[in-house]
């Protein structure tokens, strides 16, 4: 007899190399089956017990030219029921119509049946019943004899998948694409979004040679008159005999959702490999060296689509996946499943091979690549101007090397990748000048009224001129924005609809930011000390960040090791956005939350407590559901308010930019009040008077 075995569409050329493994010749038939010419039923019993790439086994029996109107009738026609079917065993028929072919599948099934010999019992479900399938097309109509019946993938460890979980046969075809199935590969495996364990639990299976159909007891074949029952028991026990018992491997499974672990642990044990799989809940970037001992392969299905929604942020997790990796498993196959090309193209790793397939109605792509450490890039600095610069610019160009010169050994020894080069020093000049990796944020204070506007547009002209020739910087790398005293509703307008989002380094961490659309780049530079501090101090507690802007403090109580966070802002654009950051350092927001709401409503409705909170308000604030908000004013009120949610034992750090401030009596009187200004202004803005106020307060002892 000949043979039709399927797959996942795309995925032909693996099963076909996987046949040939068990010792069973295929040719590809199209992308989603191999077909075997004058088989045998002992091989197709083989296929069922023992491929893991495989969904069905079919036998093809009738294949006749005509009509869709007529194709179900032709078929039961040519079909001979006694060869097949064991007494009053029911049979499941199962009809599908090629696309653009019209038509009813449960009429065809109803109509193919009443044109049998006898009368049969038609069965919905294919469990216990003989299983046929027709295919109708325009011109030609197929039937076969479905040996599965329950697609193969569907091994029986799992009882529940979870969100989005990944189908049995499609792990087994990610670990082939890893080369985990070779002998000689070496067996240490890590998923870093295991979910409900899909991937780690065939991992499992393979290196113990546990044959995929063994735990199964359902088989449509099982049904049929060609299946000799006690040659399949033989060949069950057969496989079972050649499980090996505590294989040496290393596998682990790390997910963010215990309830998925749970799920994957029960599956492991269903599965009977829950000894040698490792699960934990932790996120990908808390991930350390010590979970990569050796050499081995990464394979793993990354939130997207169903558990990721926005592209950004899908973005944003596979380029800490690519990093992550180059730094902790440098040099191991990375094998990745995605639905988007250019996603998996932020990867950033060498690519070794792609394979297009159709999972239901989805088009993804299995993307092996080899992870590589990528060394720190440092950022421009000052030197010796590239060109000759007009003698009107010279004094600003001079007083950058010099600030360059200052701040050289402190960038270099930090791998400090954004700092400020220039803030106001010269009265003519009144420019900052921020260096973000390779590009360059050029703000101008804008000017009173009383200066001469072409006087005005001539310095800034000689300004960018300076920042390009002591840089190094073409003019494609430096940006030009006009800072001016915000009022009202203008507060944070965007400058530019477009989005131009870049990536810049701060300690462990790493920063989506914006020098084209927004006022602010997303990155306020001033604070980079306090936002360091709390990676040392934020070890399993709970962070509060109040006014959390784009949630670059979250960032690094999250890879410090916090417990969890809630970052309240009430704009959406930046929630979205460090959310972006978050996935940027491989954080999810299942322990992380983003919350949109007026801070002050927030902290009214709040029941949470935390244990270390940050408060950086603005100057003053306007939102829709309450009065303006003034610091100096209110923010005794805000203080308050946030002291009921804070542990005992626990700090607030408060902060504003507003050069007046002072820290109200009641604040000082009521709570322990340290004085941290000093301290958190960084060597690149120590130029200017403080940037910023900072305290940090907490309850007075009793």
């Known amino acids: 007899m000949d043979l039709i075995v399927t797959c996942i569409p795309g995925l032909s050329g693996l099963l076909a190399e996987e046949l040939a493994d068990i010792g069973i010749s295929a040719a590809p038939a199209g992308t989603a089956a191999v077909s075997l010419v004058d088989a045998t039923t002992q091989q197709a019993l083989e296929i069922s ?83 046929l399938r027709l295919l109708i097309a325009a011109e030609r109509a197929v039937l ?137 809940r932790r996120e990908l970037g808390l991930l350390a060296t010590r979970d990569f001992p050796e050499k081995g392969c990464v394979v793993t299905n990354p939130p997207w689509g169903e558990r990721l929604e926005d592209r950004p942020r899908a973005e944003a997790l596979h380029q800490a996946l690519g990093r992550r990796m180059g730094q902790l498993a440098r040099g191991w196959p990375l094998v990745v499943l995605g639905s988007e090309v250019e996603v998996l193209d932020k990867l950033g790793a060498e690519p070794l091979s792609q394979w297009k397939l159709r999972n239901g109605a989805l088009t993804n792509y299995i993307r092996a690549v080899r992870t590589q450490l990528r060394a720190p890039v440092l950022p421009l600095q000052a030197g010796e101007a590239a060109f000759t610069l007009p003698e009107q610019a010279q004094a600003f160009a001079n007083r950058l090397r010099k600030n360059g010169r200052q701040l050289r050994k402190w960038i270099e020894q930090e791998q400090i990748q954004a700092y400020r080069l220039y803030d106001r020093d010269l009265p003519e000049f009144n420019f900052s000048v921020d260096v973000y990796g390779s590009q360059v944020c050029v703000q101008e204070f804008a000017p009173p009224k009383t200066i001469d506007e072409k006087l005005a547009e001539q310095r800034r002209v000689w300004a960018v001129s300076a920042v390009r020739a002591v840089l190094g910087a073409h003019r494609e790398q430096v940006f030009l924005r006009t800072r001016a005293q915000q009022k009202g ?26 020098l084209t659309a927004y006022l602010d780049t997303g990155l306020f530079l001033d604070h980079r000390p306090l936002r360091n501090h709390f990676e040392t101090v934020c070890a399993g507690k709970r962070f509060l960040n109040l006014f959390g802007y784009t949630g670059a403090a979250t960032v690094h109580a999250a890879v410090g090791g916090a417990r969890s966070s809630v970052t309240v802002d009430a704009s959406r654009t930046y929630l979205d956005w460090a959310g972006e950051n978050l996935a940027l350092n491989g954080f999810s927001t299942r322990h992380h939350r983003l919350e949109r709401a007026d801070t002050m409503d927030w902290l009214k409705e709040c029941r949470e407590q935390f244990d270390v909170v940050f408060c950086d308000p603005p100057t003053f604030s306007n939102s829709k559901s309450r009065d303006d908000f003034v610091v100096q004013r209110d923010h005794a009120e805000l203080v308050r308010a946030i002291m009921k949610r804070l542990e005992p034992g626990g700090v607030l750090y408060f902060s504003n930019n507003f050069r007046k401030f002072e820290l109200d009596a009641f604040v000082r009187k009521w709570y322990q009040v340290e004085d941290l200004t000093r301290w958190s202004t960084p060597p690149d803005f120590n130029r200017q008077p403080g940037p910023h106020h900072l305290f940090a307060i907490r309850h007075a002892e009793e």
């Not at 040659?231 to 026990?237: E, K, L, P």
């Open 49 to 131: 017990l023992w491929s893991r790439l495989a969904e069905r086994v079919l036998v093809p029996l009738a294949s006749v030219a005509t009509t869709p109107d007529v194709a179900a009738e032709r078929l039961a026609q040519s079909f001979d029921l006694d060869a097949h079917l064991l007494g009053d065993t029911p049979l499941n028929v199962h009809v599908d119509h090629e696309t653009g072919v019209r038509g009813d599948p449960r009429i065809s099934s109803a109509v193919f049946c009443r044109n049998l010999p006898r009368r049969v019992v038609l069965q919905r479900e294919p469990e216990g019943a003989l299983c």
């Open 144 to 280: 076969s004899l479905d040996l599965s019946g329950v697609p193969l993938s569907r091994r029986g460890y799992r009882l529940h998948g979870g969100a989005a979980p990944l189908r049995e046969s499609l792990a087994a075809a990610m670990l082939r694409v890893a080369g985990w199935h070779k002998a000689d590969s070496a067996k240490v495996l890590v998923d870093p979004f295991c979910g409900s364990g899909t991937v780690p639990i065939e991992a499992a299976q393979m290196v113990a040679n546990i044959a995929p159909g063994l735990l199964r007891e359902q088989f449509a074949f099982l049904q049929w008159r060609g299946c000799d029952p006690q040659a399949w028991q033989a060949m069950r026990a057969d496989a079972r005999a050649q499980v090996r018992a505590n294989p040496e491997a290393t596998i682990k499974g790390f997910d963010a959702d215990e309830q998925a672990l749970r799920l994957a642990r029960a599956n492991a044990e269903r599965a009977g490999v829950a000894n040698a799989i490792h699960f934990e």
């Open 489 to 514: 509703k203008h507060q944070y307008q965007k400058m530019d609809a477009r989005k131009d989002m870049r990536v810049v380094r701060e300690g462990n961490a790493w920063f989506l930011v914006n």
